[in-house]
């Protein structure tokens, strides 16, 4: 059984940081690219950032670019997305995705004072 589950987001203040991470199980995830998306009230879902099946390549939203930082840990089956000098319009709820099109639950990030 395919499980994606996203973990660590929260309430943050402008110019916080979070580390959003992603616990997969049920298929071959050293051998999938993984992505972030996420989806903000009202909005579509969009991409965030993207990471090789390997981890040397990355690929970031113009949006997110410089701020945060995608990675994996193949041995530990999970991927990380790190969010620096966050903003309110970076408040949405946040997805892993495979690149097998299993999709996680989402974790909130809401970025206020």
């Known amino acids: 059984q395919v499980q994606l589950v996203e973990s660590g987001g929260g309430l943050v203040q402008p110019g916080g940081s979070l580390r959003l991470s992603c616990a997969a199980s049920?298929?071959?995830?050293?051998?999938?690219?993984m992505s972030w998306y996420r989806q903000a009230p009202g909005k579509e879902r969009e991409f965030v950032a993207a990471?090789?099946?390997?981890?040397?390549?990355?690929s970031y939203a113009d949006s997110v670019k410089g701020r945060f930082t995608i990675s994996r840990d193949n041995a530990m089956n999970t991927v990380y997305l790190q969010m620096n000098s966050l903003k309110p319009e970076d408040t949405a709820v946040y997805y892993c995705?495979?690149?097998?099109?299993?999709w996680g639950q989402g974790t909130q990030v809401t970025v206020s004072s």
């Open positions: 990471i090789s099946s390997a981890g040397g390549t990355t």
């Open positions: 049920g298929f071959t995830f050293s051998s999938s690219v």
């Open positions: 995705r495979s690149s097998r099109g299993y």
